[in-house]
């Protein structure tokens, strides 16, 4: 049983219980302790544990077909993992790293089970807060994926769009010929001039050409850094846009799974309806 279990009231799981029925669950729930650096489950593993965060934070991650790493969230105080296998008994979804020392309560399925057997109404609580939690998720996915030319447009300041005009004309053939041109025009008139403002070997010239390389260089530097940046954004949108289409691909998966149950139930009727031969 942990000591102190006030800090309950705060999840927003839990919050639907009652002070007597948070009392009788904190009964159920152990203090556990994670280092820094470790495991605390991995993906597809058996689960059943349901973890509360007190303090420290802790790292979801996947493998993609790929077998590549990839982090889906982070969560710290106050924040819950593991309660999809407590609800339903399945495997771990993905795997949970500890980033600092963490310190947690952890709840089994059986005593949780015991639990809701025990207090129905408790049972209706929780249904209630994970209906919410459902509810949440739908209007996320139904919200509008945002264009994210216009995100990086809103939020670029007028020094960066400075380095990106630069960078962008100095990348293109209109810069290399009104280079050339110039050079060219500037080469011409003071050779041909009695008394020329830049004579052979064109020093004034040489001049100019390495304060323009000196400024341009960092300034296309700066582009290329908001590229970072501007890639993280369209990659956060593709990321909301197949979450969105996976999610439509299982509600029309689930629907014909419907019509056909209907479909049958039909044709068993019209069966037992038809006279037999």
């Known amino acids: 049983m942990i000591q102190n279990h006030d800090f309950l009231k705060d999840i927003k799981l839990l919050q639907g219980l009652d002070d007597e029925e948070r ?3 904190a009964a159920l729930m152990e203090d556990v302790t994670f280092t820094d650096g470790q495991q605390i489950f991995k993906e597809d593993d058996v689960g059943g544990i ?3 965060l007190r303090s420290g934070w802790i790292e979801l991650s996947i493998e993609d077909e790929d077998n590549k790493k990839v982090v889906i969230d982070r969560l710290g105080p106050g924040e819950v993992f593991g309660e999809l296998s407590l609800l339903d008994g399945g495997t771990r979804t993905a795997t949970a790293t500890a980033l600092t020392e963490v310190q947690a309560v952890s709840l089994k399925r059986p005593e949780f089970l015991d639990f809701l057997r025990r207090r129905p109404d408790a049972s209706l609580d929780l249904l209630s807060a994970l209906a919410k939690r459902l509810r949440q998720a739908d209007a996320l996915l139904k919200a509008r994926v945002e264009n994210p030319n ?3 447009e809103e ?3 007028w020094p960066q769009r400075i380095a990106d005009g630069v960078a962008s004309f100095g990348g293109s053939w209109a810069f290399i010929l009104t280079f050339a041109g110039i050079t060219a025009g500037w080469i011409t008139i003071n050779s041909i001039l009695g008394e020329p403002l830049d ?3 064109f020093i004034l010239l040489n001049l100019a050409l390495s304060t323009l390389a000196a400024l341009q260089g ?3 530097m700066m582009s290329q850094n908001r590229q970072d940046a501007k890639d993280r954004i369209r990659a956060e949108a593709d990321f909301h846009v197949n979450v969105k289409a996976e999610a439509e691909i299982l509600e029309l998966h689930d629907k014909l799974d ?3 149950l209907e479909l049958n139930l039909k044709l068993e009727s019209l069966t037992r309806r038809l006279p037999r031969a």
Do not use: K, S, W
Request: cysteine-free.
């Open 199 to 201: 004579p052979f070997p």
């Open 150 to 152: 216009l995100i990086i």
């Open 23 to 25: 009392t009788a669950l």
């Open 50 to 52: 349901f973890y509360v």
């Open 218 to 220: 960092p300034v296309i």
């Open 258 to 260: 419907r019509l056909r």
């Open 155 to 157: 939020q670029a300041t």
